[in-house]
Each structure stands twice: as structure tokens, then as C-alpha cells.
């Protein structure tokens, strides 16, 4: 087995309890790759456009640009857990309810949603839930959320060209 097919076998591990094989992670992302070689603008079919706005935020605090490569944005996984969302009925209520759960938190705490932040509050929200053993117990449905779209950015990104390359 090559090292990039070894990877994206990894990559797939996260979905393999929701049911999603390696064969439907690669599918999901050869479908991006499609869609961003065509140049075509992509059109959220599962997240409306604001939550797909925090998705995109989000993705890129969990794996941001570097000097070695882009970051989530840029490999397309935003496109990547829409395809799946749409696709995995299981993975609907958890991610819209987890993006749902986000904003009010940033809404109690700063009076603005997550999109609406500065960045410093973000993370300040993002440093509460991203450590499980660390959080407060009144933030579990935000750790239980976030734990899960952090497995999911990885899992699109660790599939994407950008990621095994």
C-alpha cells in the first residue's frame, strides 16, 4: 500500500462508526476535487448560508494556512462536510444543532455570533470546548459538537489532494 493511499484510509476513520466507508470518503472528496477543477462556485445544499459561513470560519481555526500548505478552506472542506451532511442523515441534527449551540454561546457571552467575533473571542469560546477533560460540564453539548467537526475537518481535509500531498 502507498503512503498517500495509507492516508486516506486513515483519514476515513472518524466516519467508519457513522457508517462511511474509506470508498465513501474518497467519493465525497473526488466530488469537491471535481467541482473545484470546473471552477464552479460552489452552492451549500445542506447549510444554510450562515451556517456555512461559520463552517468555513471554523474549519480554518482547526487547520489554518501554514508554510506548507493552505488550510481547510483551501482543500475544500466546507464542500466536503456539506456533501457528507447532505448525504448522512445521522450527521444533520448534530451539526446543525452544534453550529446552533455555537452561536448562542457566543451570543451569551459577547452578544454577537460566532461569525461576528473577533478572533480572540473565538478561540476564547473554541478554548472551552476543545479540551474535553478540561471543560466545564454545563459546555459538554459544545465539546460533544466540536469533537465531531474537528473529526470531520480533519477527515475532509486528510482526504482532499491538498491533504496527502
Known amino acids: 500500500m502507498k503512503r498517500r493511499e495509507m492516508v486516506r484510509l486513515l ?5 467508519a462508526g457513522l457508517g462511511w466507508s474509506p470508498v465513501d470518503v474518497q467519493r465525497a472528496a473526488q466530488a469537491v476535487a471535481t467541482l473545484r477543477r470546473r471552477g464552479q462556485a460552489f452552492q451549500p445544499k445542506f447549510f444554510t448560508a450562515h451556517e456555512y459561513q461559520t463552517v468555513r470560519l471554523l474549519v480554518d481555526l482547526i487547520i489554518p494556512r501554514d508554510e506548507r500548505s493552505g488550510g481547510a478552506t483551501d482543500a475544500g472542506v466546507p464542500e466536503f462536510m456539506d456533501f457528507i451532511a447532505q448525504d448522512q442523515s445521522s450527521l444533520q441534527t448534530p451539526l446543525r444543532g452544534g453550529l446552533a449551540w455555537l452561536d448562542t454561546e457566543c451570543w451569551e457571552r459577547f452578544g454577537k455570533g460566532f461569525a461576528d467575533l473577533e478572533d480572540a473571542q473565538r478561540r476564547a469560546v473554541l478554548d472551552d470546548i476543545a479540551w474535553p477533560a478540561r471543560a466545564r460540564p454545563e459546555l459538554s453539548q459544545g465539546v460533544a459538537f466540536f469533537n465531531r467537526f474537528r473529526d470531520l475537518t480533519a477527515t ?5 489532494k491538498m491533504g496527502v500531498d
Do not use: Q
Not at 483519514?11 to 466516519?15: E, N, Q, T
Not at 475532509?156 to 482532499?160: A, K, L, Q, Y
Open 156 to 160: 475532509g481535509f486528510w482526504s482532499s
Open 11 to 15: 483519514a476515513a476513520a472518524p466516519l
